[in-house]
Nanobody, 118 residues
Framework: VQLQASGGGLVQAGGSLRLSCSYS????????MGWYRQAPGKQRELVAHISTRDTTDYADPVKGRFTISRDNAKNTAYLQMNSLKPEDTAVYYC?????????????WGQGTQVTVSS
């Protein structure tokens, strides 16, 4: 399984970016896709995730500003980030958690840098 992330970049505070993450190699009927981020000197933290049933969960700092969605036909998840703040600056990592029978697997994509200037 390979994850491909894209969409990071440099934006001014108040601006928007959209991240995309696609996976290939296998198809999983039940899975959860999401984004984590890691700022310099800090631990990696959950940003948001979405299940194949469109159940979503967001970290408190991004609620109301970020929206996660997915296209199951394309095995792709999107993270729309609005009203960006300098504290959103981090490397964002795409994550895929799959369930097949009783086996849970965890996959990570390469990070994509998001930089928000003040």
């Amino acid at each position: 399984v390979q994850l491909q992330a894209s969409g990071g970049g440099l934006v001014q505070a108040g601006g928007s970016l959209r991240l995309s993450c696609s996976y290939s190699g296998k198809t999983f009927r039940f899975n959860k896709m999401g984004w984590y981020r890691q700022a310099p000197g800090k631990q990696r933290e959950l940003v948001a995730h979405i299940s194949t049933r469109d159940t979503t969960d967001y970290a408190d700092p991004v609620k109301g500003r970020f929206t996660i969605s997915r296209d199951n036909a394309k095995n792709t998840a999107y993270l729309q980030m609005n009203s960006l703040k300098p504290e959103d600056t981090a490397v964002y990592y795409c994550n895929l958690v799959t369930l097949r029978g009783t086996v849970v697997n965890d996959y990570w994509g390469q990070g994509t840098q998001v930089t928000v200037s003040s």
